[in-house]
């Protein structure tokens, strides 16, 4: 591991100037390149004291061995210049985007004599006109398979055409009408080519010229009594207008953009493209990539766009393009696309109307597809199996934690105080084991602490120390095996009989120290204890004064990652939980021996408890079913009651009074 300042340059060697820089490490190979406006400003970040940089950026300057730079005369340049770079020497602490499948394109060979329709995937090919991309291949299919009513367009393999030259006949697709049978000579070259340019006029959104001129051919021939030929053109209008169906109208002012979405956490993030052409999304893409430099969202955007359009010209670049947050450079990003597309590009954030709407579906998409990726990378069991060994030997274990239970605490501004208890075995989540706390402050018959406010370490110790109990009772009723020998066993695991082999809380330090004070004070020896700080994903163990901090692209880390997201995800959908059904509480609630058909006919009767309240002993009374005794105790329950607290519409902040016809709303 270098020191920085051993290959720090002296102030007065960097100019203050737009360029790009690469860090070497020891074997000259490239591990980061990036870009600046000011050279001496930005690489000046890089040499401070490591202790003060972000884990990523610290990993990068110790791993790094030299630096060099090259200086341009404008911030396109550099732009231009660091996606080359990148391209070309692949650094490992890039941000480098993958394809989560190869998406599959319509393509027309425009660059062969006969211009062929066919799916591509892969590499682009000079001269060969791209459509897409498409989710899925047969979708491409069914919509070629519509248009080659009205442009029969050769579809076959050079093979394939070569032979039927040589036999002098079509194939069937040219006996049924769907190919212009160029290999037979019924079409000219010349004739085939303009049939595939206007193939691609209509894929390109100029939909509205063929459909009318069809329409008009079609009031022709029925005018001349020309009915089969009419049907035909009727048909073939029904077909294309099919074909449209299929991309649905999204953005009603025929807008030609591309959406950018993305979702990510503290290693990974998923980036979703919707391509809308003509107001209509003509395709979809998505991609993932490992957090691998100290990058937010805007440089997450600014890495897509360098990856989306290096390789473009022309109309592949929109005339819009709509992020969730601009580039640092955005005037720069801005002029480098505009570049690429030969006219003006807008790059903008989208704030209203349609394009905000379309927006925030393609973000849900992002969020389905990181939620997916991580999914099927925790479904692997190989993964699973390494993730559980590197686990083990960052925390020094004696065997992989076969299960593992996660803890979190979960309040709003100190009340309504719960916790929350994952169980993953084998790396799997087992979710018949959770669990749910409401957090007393007591363990036992101790009290420990108040319980009011806000005190997550205190509700550790005692949502830790509650459940290892159980379990230490479950031990004292069975034995040390549990089963056959127990007569008393019904053959269903006891619900907290089984211990894990690595505890996890929710947390740093603090956290880490009173879950291991809790099983410390219950003479438990046998079970690990460790600690996930959310901010920067550190490993606290209880007695170490420095955290375990695993590489990131470690399984292990993932792991934990999961384990503790599912936990606080469990906590908050339980307290929210508590938090609606105690203002949902009535104090009806309090009168012993009213239930709720009483209840319910008295708010019929009197329309809200507000009229309720402010009703004698013997209008109580008259409500059916109500007797003296039990109307004297709805009285003094309602008179006792503490007012409630005023409804608050959250949107507008107004307070919402009780109306006469029922309780808040």
Avoid at 342 to 355: A, H, T
Wanted: glycine share 8%; aromatic share 6%; with cysteine.
């Amino acid at each position: 591991m270098a020191d920085p300042s051993s290959y720090r340059p002296k102030p007065g060697q960097i100019p203050d100037s737009p360029g790009v820089y690469r860090f070497r490490d020891e074997h000259r190979r490239v591990i980061y390149v990036g870009k600046a406006k000011s050279l001496r400003q930005r690489l000046a970040n890089y040499f401070q004291d490591v202790a003060n940089l972000h884990p990523r950026t610290a990993t990068m300057v110790t791993t790094a061995a030299s630096v060099e730079w090259t200086v341009v005369s404008t911030e396109v340049e550099a732009l231009q210049l660091e996606y080359s770079w990148i391209k070309e020497f692949d650094p490992r602490f890039n941000v480098k985007y993958r394809d989560d499948k190869s998406y599959p394109y319509l393509a027309v060979t425009l660059n062969e004599d006969f211009p062929r329709v066919q799916v591509m995937r892969g590499a682009k090919k000079k001269g060969v006109r791209y459509f897409g991309p498409y989710g899925h291949a047969w979708a491409i299919r069914e919509t070629v398979d519509l248009m080659l009513r009205v442009f029969p367009v050769r579809t076959c393999s050079a093979g394939v055409f070569r032979n039927h030259q040589q036999k002098g006949r079509p194939c069937l697709l040219g006996y049924i009408g769907k190919c212009s049978a160029p290999c037979v000579g019924r079409v000219t070259p010349e004739e085939h080519r303009e049939l595939a340019e206007e193939f691609c006029d209509f894929m390109a959104g100029r939909t509205g010229t063929y459909i009318r001129r069809l329409e008009k051919q079609m009031m022709a021939a029925a005018d001349e009594m020309e009915y089969e030929r009419a049907a035909r053109l009727r048909d073939d209008i029904g077909a294309l207008k099919r074909a449209l169906e299929k991309n649905a109208v999204v953005l009603a002012d025929a807008t030609d953009a591309d959406l950018i979405a993305v979702a990510e956490d503290e290693l990974e993030a998923a980036v979703q493209i919707f391509h809308v052409r003509d107001g209509r999304v003509r395709g979809q893409r998505g991609w993932v990539t490992d957090k691998v430099e100290a990058v937010d969202t805007a440089g997450l955007v600014e890495h897509a766009l360098q990856q989306l359009y290096g390789e473009e010209r022309g109309d592949a670049v929109p005339k819009e393009v709509l992020v969730p947050a601009l580039p640092d450079d955005a005037d720069a990003v801005s002029l480098w696309l505009s570049g690429r597309r030969g006219s003006n590009v807008s790059l903008r954030i989208p704030q209203r109307g349609d394009k905000k709407d379309l927006m925030e579906t393609v973000q849900r998409n992002a969020v389905q597809a990181l939620g997916l990726h991580k999914t099927k990378r925790a479904s692997d069991l190989t993964t699973r199996s390494r993730a559980l060994e590197e686990i083990a030997e960052a925390l020094g274990l004696d065997s992989a934690p076969l299960r593992i239970e996660c803890f979190d605490i979960s309040h709003l501004q100190g009340e309504d105080v719960v916790a929350s208890m994952v169980v993953f075995e084998d790396g799997l989540a087992r979710k018949s084991e959770y669990r749910r706390f409401q957090i007393k402050g007591r363990v036992g018959d101790t009290q420990i602490w108040h319980g009011e406010g806000q005190d997550d370490v205190r509700s550790m110790h005692e949502v830790v120390a509650r459940r290892f109990r159980r379990y230490l009772a479950e031990k004292d009723k069975t034995g040390e095996w549990i089963g056959d020998d127990n007569p008393e066993d019904d053959g269903r695991p006891k619900r907290f009989a089984y211990p894990p082999q690595l505890v996890v809380v929710d947390g740093g330090q603090p956290q880490v120290a009173a879950a291991q004070r809790a099983l410390d004070e219950l003479g438990i020896d046998d079970v690990a204890v460790c600690g996930l700080a959310k901010r920067l994903e550190e490993v606290w163990l209880p007695h170490d004064a420095d955290p375990v901090v695993l590489p990131r692209s470690s399984e292990g880390l993932y792991l934990l990652q999961r384990v503790r997201d599912t936990a606080h995800d469990f906590a908050i959908r339980y307290q929210r939980s508590k938090r609606t059904k105690r203002i949902r509480t009535s104090p009806l609630d309090a009168v012993p021996g009213l239930g709720e058909t009483r209840k319910q006919a008295l708010i019929k009767h009197f329309g809200s408890v507000k009229r309720l309240k402010q009703a004698t002993i013997e209008q109580i009374c008259e409500v059916p079913g109500m007797g003296r005794k039990t109307a004297e105790s709805v009285a003094v329950a309602l008179a006792q009651a503490a007012p409630a607290a005023p409804a608050v519409n959250t949107a507008t902040g107004e307070i919402i009074e009780e109306n006469d016809g029922g309780s808040r709303t």
